[in-house]
């Protein structure tokens, strides 16, 4: 079976403190990047280091257990993370506004309603870097508005690595661009520079 390299032999290093904006189409494999840099997936050969400390993918589920409830979610992970168990919980109960459904196991949960709690789990963590995938940011509308408000609180003391295949969305979050193309990724020293890049393929 032919095999399909998503990322060919990748190498960038990504600068503390910037903002840095991801464009690619769709199956250029930004979501996958975004996974390998977060620790989510592992890279078939080669290594990510990080110096800072970085965000899974924003609401991506794959650390919750489906056996344990949302208030033991979340208390798991306050403890792997260093966090206080009870201020993550408190934190996360009320971002989610899941009522009784946070004592109930995951298992029993829409799709939406896990995706609160991956959101409300991304921001109870105070991280210096956070990994946003444009597509998992859903929701309902006045959810949405709660999350998109957090995460820019968030982000007066952190940066991003966002990836999207939408280059307004990029503009309002970042200030450096790069693109992922035939499973190549390309920095470029201005965002100006990679959205020019990025119109080219579109075209």
Known sequence: MESNHVLDDVSATFPTGVSVGILGLNGAGKSTLLRVIGGAEPPDRGSVYKDVRVSWPIAFGGGLHASLTGRENTRFIARVYGESPAKFERFAEEFTELGRYFDMPLRTYSTGMRSRLAFAASMACNFDCYLV??????????FSSRYRQAFKERLKAASIIMVSHNSQTIRQFCTVGAIIHGGKLKMFGTLDQALAAYNQITM
């Open 133 to 142: 995938d444009e597509v998992t940011a859903t929701g309902d509308k006045r």
